[in-house]
């Protein structure tokens, strides 16, 4: 499988893949997360392991599980983590640490690495009894609320190293190595791979959608970190100048139980504005992520918080100019002006909006500058290498101490 990829990043790039997984073969890699499918997370996962077996490298992924109270705490966690604000549940810290506790008596971790993915199932580096443990972080910590990192910081600094998406998020109050990673896409997967004119008009005609007026979309989730009432404002402005249609298009998942609320808020939001169609698919509907990226004439992530967005670089990958908030780990791949544009509120996109959909030629350039951004810096390829060098440095590092 990794051998396609040569067409696209060179003979070169994945010589230097082998090269290093040569360093490692026949060791033992264990990935652990919150959700089998629904967010980036499980997506690059879904990725990374086979590539990771491919290479000789023994890999598995495993997921926790967790009740609904459960994952209410990691979902309050997560929002007070990158939003420096929260609201802590009663007993969180003791429902958290009883599903470490299940977990742990569930999951065998009996590998020479063990990368743990986000805050929900951080503390199960309580269990740690060989081998070397890296805390992945996907989410944006720069400005956590103090009590939720205080808590979670107790369990950070017992990892060997950790990975987080950009060097903002970066902390002075660990002393645990810590490196840059950003996510990436897979060009190969059905959500990214070049499908038909054919295809995404059949697709965009099955929801409803006029394929001769404009279209804007946004593919998230229905979080609040998302934006999704913020991108309704700036379609209903930019519905004063053109006449165009929105599609914002969601999955539910397993360790996220505010969607439903965030949905039905959207959808209030959305009341009484023409042209918006607000769907809610399933979390393997990749064909029709692909079909809407393609179809859209300009596409937005107005996120007011965020570790990364795939979807940034999946409509980038299409050529596509994108609007995205300006933060976390979007400006990264959104250069002002160049590879898109970035905006801090409704008014801002409503603006480029209406620039982009007035300017053809100008959306056209920016989509293929953003493509080659995108070759260079955000597919899976080059971040199944950095994982590989992180593993070799963690281990290296394990050997020089000893």
């Given at each position: ?7 696209i ?17 026949g ?11 629904g ?5 690059i996962?879904?990725k ?34 990158q939003?420096g604000?929260?609201?802590l549940?009663?007993?969180?810290f003791?429902?958290?640490e ?10 065998p ?7 743990i ?5 951080a ?12 805390w ?39 002393n ?14 059905v959500?990214?791979?070049e499908i ?10 099955k929801f409803?959608?006029?394929t001769?007026?404009?279209l ?14 913020g991108?309704i404002?700036s379609?209903?402005?930019l519905?004063k ?7 914002y ?11 439903e609320?965030?949905?039905?808020e959207t959808?209030k ?5 023409k ?13 029709e ?8 004439t ?11 967005g795939?979807?940034?670089?999946e ?35 409503t603006?480029?909006?209406i ?48």
């Open positions: 499988m990794i051998e396609k990829y040569a067409e990043i060179g003979e070169n790039e994945l010589d230097a893949i082998f090269r290093i997984a040569e360093e490692l073969k060791i033992s890699v264990l990935h652990i997360n919150s959700t089998p499918k967010g980036g997370v499980a997506e996962l879904s990374l392991v086979p590539m990771m077996n491919e290479l000789g490298i023994n890999t598995q992924w495993k997921v926790i599980r967790g009740d609904n109270s459960f994952f209410n705490v990691t979902k309050t966690f997560h929002n007070s983590l939003n604000v929260g609201e549940l009663d007993d969180s003791k429902i958290y009883k599903w470490q506790g299940i977990n742990l008596s569930e999951i971790l009996d590998y020479d690495v063990v990368f993915h986000d805050p929900q199932p503390g199960l580096i309580k269990g740690k009894k060989k081998g070397k443990w890296v992945r972080c996907h989410i944006d910590i720069s400005n956590p609320y103090p009590p939720v990192w205080n808590f979670l910081r107790k369990y950070v600094q017992l990892y060997d190293s950790m990975i987080i998406s950009s060097s903002v998020f970066g902390r002075e109050d660990l645990v190595p810590q490196f840059v990673i950003p996510p990436s896409i897979d060009p190969l997967s959500k990214n791979r038909s004119s054919f295809t995404v008009e059949r697709i965009l005609r409803e959608i006029d001769e007026r404009p804007i979309t946004q593919i998230s989730r229905f979080d609040r970190a998302k934006d999704p009432v991108v404002q379609f209903k402005g519905k100048h053109v006449d165009a249609q929105l599609v298009l969601g999955s539910p998942a397993s360790d996220d139980p505010e969607g609320l965030v949905y039905r959808i939001a959305a009341e009484g504005v042209d918006v169609h607000l769907l809610l698919l399933p979390p393997d509907s990749d064909l992520v692909n079909a809407f990226q393609r179809g859209a300009v596409v937005m992530q107005k996120s007011v918080k965020e570790g990364f795939l979807t940034v670089s409509a980038m990958w299409k050529r596509k100019a994108v609007i995205g908030g300006n933060t976390g780990g979007i400006p990264l791949q959104i250069i002002h002006g160049y590879t898109g544009f970035l905006v801090n509120t409704p008014e801002e996109a603006h480029y909006l620039y982009l959909l007035r300017n053809k030629e100008i959306r056209e350039r920016i989509g293929q500058v953003a493509r080659e951004h995108v070759r260079n810096n955000f597919l899976m390829t080059r971040e199944l290498r950095d994982y590989l060098m992180v593993i070799l440095l963690t281990l290296q590092g394990a050997m020089g101490r000893t």
